[in-house]
């Protein structure tokens, strides 16, 4: 049965909190959804009843892909909390300004973000931050199901007074030294959706969930990857 998806997002569009409610409506019929609280943006959307959904944050869950990341942080880095993604638009990814014309402005990348700790000398602060992994997802001409690491970046606070440059040099070398793991997992992943052909690929926050009803999410922790036939 198809369903009628609306999104209200409190912070800015596909980001931050959000609530969806799903309604569903029988084929050839109608549906309607009000809502009488305000929002800073909104999202409709129709949704067939043959969707594949990839809801990014089980499938970061997986034993398979924590055990594979946590092999990556090494030299006092340690991951603090679930691995999360979240869909962000390209001119809003950090390396935007190295070439803006790489991808489309209207292209949503998969920010994969795995919480870290590093530990530093006892003269120097501890430092907490992030890293992440920019993914690209694509149909082919035949309709089949690509995905490839774009970049990587990271952010971090603390480690004053002295040990920062030392943090940018582990952390520059670690973080683009993982793509070949995550490139692995990514393949990993198409390869189990390789045996159909694909006519469109789209985004929702969230956990795409179909439910209905409504609920209450985070587009900055989730995100989900749909597929029709």
Excluded at 16 to 43: C, D, H, K, V
Aim: contains cysteine; hydrophobic residues 35%.
């Amino acid at each position: 049965m198809p369903i009628l998806s609306q999104y209200w997002f409190s912070d800015r569009y596909f980001g931050g909190p959000f609530e969806n409610y799903n309604q569903p409506y029988p084929s050839g019929g109608w549906a309607w959804i009000s809502n009488s609280r305000g929002s800073r943006a909104t999202l409709s959307w129709n949704r067939p009843d043959n969707e594949t959904i990839i809801d990014f944050a089980a499938v970061l869950a997986n034993p398979f892909v924590t055990s594979a990341v946590d092999g990556l942080l090494t030299g006092g880095v340690s991951r603090t909390g679930p691995i999360q993604a979240q869909g962000v638009f390209w001119p809003n990814v950090p390396y935007y300004g190295q070439g803006p014309g790489r991808h489309n402005a209207g292209d949503l990348l998969v920010r994969v973000y795995i919480p870290i700790h590093i530990s530093t000398p006892r003269y120097c602060t501890d430092a907490d931050g992030t890293v992440s992994y920019w993914l690209v997802f694509y149909l082919d001409g035949s309709g089949m199901l690509h995905g490839y690491v774009d970049g990587w970046s990271y952010e971090y606070d603390g480690g004053g007074p002295f040990c920062t440059d030392e943090i940018d040099d582990g952390l520059d070398q670690a973080v683009p030294a993982g793509i070949g793991t995550i490139q692995n997992l990514v393949d990993t992943a198409v390869a189990r959706l390789a045996g159909a052909a694909y006519s469109t690929l789209y985004y929702l926050p969230g956990s795409g969930s179909k439910a209905t009803g409504g609920r209450n999410e985070n587009a900055n922790t989730d995100v989900a990857l749909v597929l029709l036939p």
